[in-house]
């Protein structure tokens, strides 16, 4: 699969719509490709956190019942479609029986009519029977739908950090800058983070390692190495606490040392976010490997390893 296929593929892979061939060969194509492989993995992080971004809320209940009321209303309207009589041809022999003075011994009900030569009775009319209109459903499209959706909470989560920065902002611009110059220069200084932060972890020269260990099923960490400004951020979660006495380091593996990258402690949710700046060969990393050693770390690893992912 070419660059460019694999391009136009990137968001129905990580939505898991694509079919499982092309799925295959863009992931393929991602693992070897510097732009592709940094993006698909930033349109996954987003997709598994989409669901986490969208408040549960019930239907309103003035809208649930007009739904209900009016589908009660087409169920009866079909009823009585279906139970109405047919009108038959008009009965010839009641209207002359009217004109001769005998229609009160006539009734609808017993009224026989009579044909021409053979004399044969048969009854006025025969009902006709009307029949059953299958009503034609609706294809969905699966697709439309889980695109519309992604859209939709993207969007929301993008006009909340919007919103977010254009908050601190305005404070900045209303706080007193002779009373609270400290204050001030705090919001600013966060801000400035943050857009640093952002620009560290996207682009495409981004290189993300996945940190897995032999019973998990799925990641329990990102390595995340920007090789153009030598940004370095690592983010685990569920990750279990180290033993008493001990904490957790991280290396930078190349073919020719283990490069210690500093130590942690995970939360008490096992989430950890690190972030550094190292300078390292573009092509130089092999692995990123984190150990338990003791408290303070040690210059080489010797504990057991505890996550572990090939760069």
């Given at each position: 699969m070419t660059h460019e296929e694999a391009v136009t593929e990137l968001a129905g892979v990580a939505l898991d719509t694509a079919p499982p061939q092309v799925a295959s060969a863009v992931r393929e194509h991602a693992a070897a490709c510097p732009e592709c492989g940094p993006e698909l993995a930033a349109m996954e992080q987003t997709v598994a956190v989409l669901g986490e971004l969208a408040p549960d809320a019930q239907m309103n209940r003035g809208r649930g019942a007009g739904i209900r009321s009016r589908l009660v209303m087409r169920g009866r309207a079909?009823?009585?479609?279906?139970?109405?009589?047919?009108?038959?041809?008009?009965?010839?022999?009641?209207?002359?029986?009217?004109?001769?003075?005998q229609g009160h011994r006539i009734t609808p009900s017993s009224q026989p009519r009579v044909t021409g030569e053979t004399k044969k009775v048969t009854p006025a009319h025969t009902p006709r029977v009307i029949p059953d209109v299958a009503v034609p459903r609706r294809r969905i499209n699966w697709y439309a739908i889980a695109a519309t959706i992604a859209l939709i909470l993207t969007g929301a989560q993008l006009m909340r950090?919007?919103?977010?920065?254009?908050?601190?902002?305005?404070?900045?611009?209303?706080?007193?800058?002779?009373?609270?110059?400290?204050?001030?220069?705090?919001?600013?200084?966060?801000?400035?983070?943050?857009?640093?932060?952002?620009?560290?972890?996207t682009g495409p020269d981004v290189k993300v390692v996945q940190l897995m260990n032999q019973g998990s099923k799925q990641p329990l960490g990102k390595m995340m190495w920007n090789r153009s400004s030598n940004d370095w951020i690592m983010v685990t979660y569920n990750l279990r606490q180290p033993k008493a006495g001990m904490t957790y380091q991280v290396w930078l593996v190349t073919d020719t040392s283990k490069i210690s990258a500093g130590t942690f402690k995970p939360d008490a949710e096992g989430k950890t976010f690190m972030r550094a700046r190292y300078t390292l060969d573009r092509n130089a990393l092999r692995a990123v490997a984190v150990t338990e050693e003791p408290e303070g770390g040690m210059p080489s690893p010797t504990g057991p390893m505890v996550v572990a992912g090939s760069a």
């Open positions: 079909e009823r009585e479609l279906k139970s109405a009589p047919v009108p038959g041809p008009p009965d010839i022999a009641r209207g002359v029986a009217s004109l001769t003075g950090v919007t919103a977010d920065r254009n908050r601190m902002r305005s404070q900045v611009a209303t706080i007193d800058t002779v009373a609270a110059e400290p204050a001030s220069d705090s919001l600013v200084t966060m801000l400035n983070q943050k857009d640093s932060m952002i620009a560290a972890m």
